[in-house]
C-alpha cells in the first residue's frame, strides 16, 4: 500500500506537518530517507497491508567479504519496510515510526537484487511491533526480522534533499 504520488512541489501529511519531497522537476516523489537514496533502494507497489522496497543492484560498496550484502545493508533494508509499514497504517498517528528494538536473523548470503516485504504485526496508540523479510532473485528468504517502532508526533523536517 504504497502512499499517492505528491503533485506539488511539496505536500504536507494533513495534521502531521511533515513534508513529502519531490525530485528537483516537481514531477516524482523523492526517498526521504537519504541513506535509502544513497545505496540505490526505492518503495515500490505492494500489496495492501504491506511495504515493499526494493534494491535493484548491489554495487561493490555495499558488498561483504563473501561477496554478498553487507549485515548494514540487510538489516537497513528490513528496519526501513517495517518502520514504512507502521506509518502506513490507515489510522497510524504518524507517517513516521522510528526504531525502539530490532531482531534480525540471516539465512544465507543476500546476492543480487533484493527484495525487502514488512507489514504490521499489531499497532498500539504509540507503538507498533512489525515484521520483515528479505528476499534475493530467485525468491528465496535470506533474512527476517521484526521490531518496535515508536510513532515520532514532533514534526519532521528534511533540509538537504536532492
Not at 519531497?21 to 507497489?45: E, K, N, Y
Not at 499489531?122 to 518496535?148: F, K, M, N, P, Y
Amino acid at each position: 500500500m504504497s502512499r499517492p504520488a505528491v503533485p506539488a512541489a511539496q505536500g504536507t501529511a494533513a495534521g502531521q506537518g511533515q513534508v513529502t519531497p519531490v525530485s528537483a522537476d516537481g514531477a516524482a516523489p523523492v526517498d526521504r530517507s537519504a541513506f535509502m537514496r544513497l545505496i540505490g533502494a526505492a518503495q515500490v507497489p505492494a500489496p495492501q497491508g504491506k511495504v515493499h522496497v526494493r534494491l535493484p543492484h548491489l554495487r561493490a560498496e555495499l558488498l561483504n567479504q563473501l561477496p554478498a550484502a553487507h549485515g548494514g545493508v540487510v538489516m537497513a533494508l528490513l528496519d526501513s519496510v517495517m518502520s514504512r509499514a507502521a506509518g502506513e497504517l490507515p489510522d497510524a498517528p504518524s507517517q513516521t515510526a522510528v526504531t525502539v528494538e530490532m531482531s534480525s536473523r540471516f539465512h544465507r548470503p543476500a546476492r543480487g537484487a533484493l527484495l525487502a516485504e514488512g507489514w504490521v504485526v499489531h499497532a498500539s496508540r504509540s507503538l507498533c511491533s512489525c515484521a520483515a523479510q528479505l528476499i534475493d532473485e530467485q525468491g528465496q528468504v535470506v533474512a527476517t526480522a521484526s521490531g518496535t517502532f515508536k510513532y515520532w508526533l514532533a514534526p519532521v523536517t528534511w533540509s538537504s534533499i536532492e
